[in-house]
């Protein structure tokens, strides 16, 4: 079982499958069919997201290698092969009504996150950006693209599907905290100035339990029982997760993924 969650480590598929599955969630909620667009759109967005952290993976492997998680550093043939990969699923994700913006601006901000050309001014070397980055992402491929995709792309509905998903945010950035807990002597030796290497990983791990404790109560009290169930696990792991290898973190990770499925599965049984 370690091996298995070890290659998931390595692989970065865990964070990416929350993205499909909160979805597909939210479109059986709206209403959508689980197939044709609603599903192609679902499947197109994560594939872009996967993409994304195969970016942080392949151009900027110096911290990875301080955590002992990277292979070798991608050659210029698997960089060119990314670079067609991510032309292809944005180019096709543009072609669907309204769902522009996500590959428009992804692609500005993989490159301002990731690549060395920005040298200690990438975007991952400040923690507030890269915090909020991962919570766009989420934001927009598990509420905004399936709200868009049955209601049209507006400012009215860009704003109501922004209240009604606003919990994602805070979870979002409690994953990213999650995630830099766990990465922290590579970004501190990598000088990266993430919120566990400024104030510590122990105090950074009470924050998120914490965090993800107030959000399951309050997920709990307006009757969103899949939320509450994430909010739940998500504090428990984050508790405990000072000082663990990064097998523990890919359980975590698995927890969340299997609460996600299930919540899907039971709402479409309910159907």
């Not at 993205?19 to 959508?32: H, K």
């Not at 995709?149 to 979870?171: C, D, K, N, T």
């Amino acid at each position: 079982m370690k091996t298995i969650l070890e290659f998931l480590s390595l692989a970065r598929v865990q964070p990416p499958l929350m993205a499909p599955l909160g979805a597909l969630y939210v479109s059986l909620s709206l209403g959508l069919p689980l197939s044709g667009e609603p599903l192609r759109l679902a499947l197109a967005n994560w594939f872009f997201i996967q993409l994304s952290f195969s970016a942080d993976s392949a151009f900027a492997p110096k911290e990875d290698i301080f955590n002992n998680c990277s292979r070798l550093p991608a050659g210029p043939a698997a960089k060119a092969a990314f670079f067609i990969a991510m032309a292809a699923v944005s180019a096709y994700l543009s072609s669907m009504p309204g769902q522009w913006m996500l590959p428009a601006s992804g692609l500005i901000v993989i490159a301002l996150y990731s690549l060395p050309v920005m040298g200690r001014y990438r975007l991952k070397n400040f923690f507030f950006a890269k915090t909020l980055i991962s919570s766009f992402f989420f934001l927009w491929a598990i509420v905004l693209s399936p709200v868009i995709l049955r209601y049209g792309f507006s400012s009215a509905v860009i704003y109501e599907a922004l209240s009604s998903g606003a919990i994602i945010v805070p979870i979002s950035m409690c994953l990213s905290v999650l995630f830099d807990i766990r990465d922290v002597k590579g970004d501190a030796a990598a000088g990266i100035r993430t919120i566990p290497v400024l104030i510590g990983a122990r105090p950074a791990s009470f924050s998120i339990a914490a965090l993800a404790a107030l959000l399951c109560f309050y997920a709990a009290l307006h009757g969103n029982a899949y939320a509450a169930s994430f909010c739940f696990i998500l504090a428990l792991g984050g508790a405990f997760s000072a000082g663990k290898s990064r097998a523990y973190y890919e359980a975590c990770l698995l927890g969340l993924n299997l609460v996600s499925a299930a919540a899907l599965v039971l709402k479409i049984a309910a159907r």
